[in-house]
């Protein structure tokens, strides 16, 4: 179930960092990438839950210029996180 529920808000997920970015609300991408890391820590994400954590203490205005690929290689490595979830779980 919970993989299910992750798989269905993960086009969401993409879309919030999207717009958080281009709105350079770095309060978004804090509050966003602490939702997705609570996710992982009940997925058993392991680097991936640090690779979360990083992107939420370095959401501050002055480093959303810089952040957008580390975004992007999160949001890129949780989709492979989806995909071999699925094959696992169905």
């Not at 299910?4 to 879309?15: E, T």
């Not at 992107?55 to 492979?80: K, Y």
Request: with cysteine.
């Amino acid at each position: 179930m919970l993989v299910g529920l992750f798989s269905a808000d993960l086009p969401q997920i993409h879309d919030e960092f999207c717009a958080a970015l281009a709105a350079g609300d770095a309060g978004a991408v804090r509050r966003i990438a602490h939702r997705v890391v609570g996710t992982l820590a009940n997925l058993s994400g392991g680097p991936l839950l640090e690779y979360g954590r990083d992107i939420e203490e370095l959401a501050v205005p002055e480093n959303l210029p810089t952040l957008g690929p580390r975004i992007d290689a999160f949001r890129a490595a949780l989709d492979q996180l989806e995909q071999r979830l699925r094959q696992a779980f169905g």
